[in-house]
T-cell receptor, first 118, second 119 residues
Framework: AQTVTQSQPEMSVQEAETVTLSCTYDTSESDYYLFWYKQPPSRQMILVIRQEAYKQQNATENRFSVNFQKAAKSFSLKISDSQLGDAAMYFCAYRTRGGGGSQGNLIFGKGTKLSVKP | GAVVSQHPSWVICKSGTSVKIECRSLDFQATTMFWYRQFPKQSLMLMATSNEGSKATYEQGVEKDKFLINHASLTLSTLTVTSAHPEDSSFYIC???????????????FGAGTRLSVL
């Protein structure tokens, strides 16, 4: 079974600085998706960024980028120019690519709480 | 991104009563819907997965007779907590996706969640 591990329960960053959140996963599959979701105090889950495992290029979305190391099964999230609104729980998630129907539910890590200091 | 509407956002009920939570996909067809439960300061725990028109598949340890899931259309799924008790108090989140979409469009979108408090 696949597992997702986030080893940092809490992180803190100064406003305008850069922070990296760690995520590792375990799978025997070769093709899959990886995601970072953000859950602010409102508790609405928001997709931050996604990566398809067959793509070697790291995904980027404005200030958010990932460092995807497939061989090491690592998928870290870098937030540049941190803003107060970035403060939230961040969940790393894995999903198998193959199959249809109900296959491919997200497998979440335990989350990292990010605080942004003004 | 696509919008998933979840209602109500907060419900308080007496022990022994049933509560229904609705989840709607507003601008896409949700072939698959997922129901999660989240305890304070914890991750999301998948309760069940449902495909439109089919019976839901429940995760191990989740009582199917207590948590009734209906996914009768491509835009609506409901979770009914039957005979709720205080231990059912939690945050419930629905999520939806269209598995027919390929690649980058095959995204799971989330509702805003429902806080259930059972007195």
């Amino acid at each position: 079974a696949q597992t997702v591990t986030q080893s940092q329960p809490e992180m803190s960053v100064q406003e305008a600085e850069t922070v990296t959140l760690s995520c590792t996963y375990d799978t025997s599959e070769s093709d899959y998706y990886l995601f970072w979701y953000k859950q602010p105090p409102s508790r609405q889950m928001i997709l931050v960024i996604r990566q398809e495992a067959y793509k070697q290029q790291n995904a980027t979305e404005n200030r958010f980028s990932v460092n995807f190391q497939k061989a090491a099964k690592s998928f870290s999230l870098k937030i540049s120019d941190s803003q107060l609104g970035d403060a939230a729980m961040y969940f790393c998630a894995y999903r198998t690519r193959g199959g249809g129907g109900s296959q491919g539910n997200l497998i979440f890590g335990k989350g990292t709480k990010l605080s942004v200091k003004p | 991104g696509a919008v998933v509407s979840q209602h109500p956002s907060w419900v308080i009920c007496k022990s022994g009563t049933s509560v229904k939570i609705e989840c709607r996909s507003l601008d896409f067809q949700a072939t698959t819907m997922f129901w999660y439960r989240q305890f304070p300061k914890q991750s999301l725990m998948l309760m069940a997965t449902s495909n439109e028109g089919s019976k839901a598949t429940y995760e191990q340890g989740v009582e199917k007779d207590k948590f009734l899931i209906n996914h009768a259309s491509l835009t609506l799924s409901t979770l009914t907590v039957t005979s709720a008790h205080p231990e059912d108090s939690s945050f419930y989140i629905c999520s939806a996706r269209d598995y027919r979409l390929a690649g980058a469009k095959n995204i799971q979108y989330f509702g805003a969640g429902t806080r259930l408090s059972v007195l």
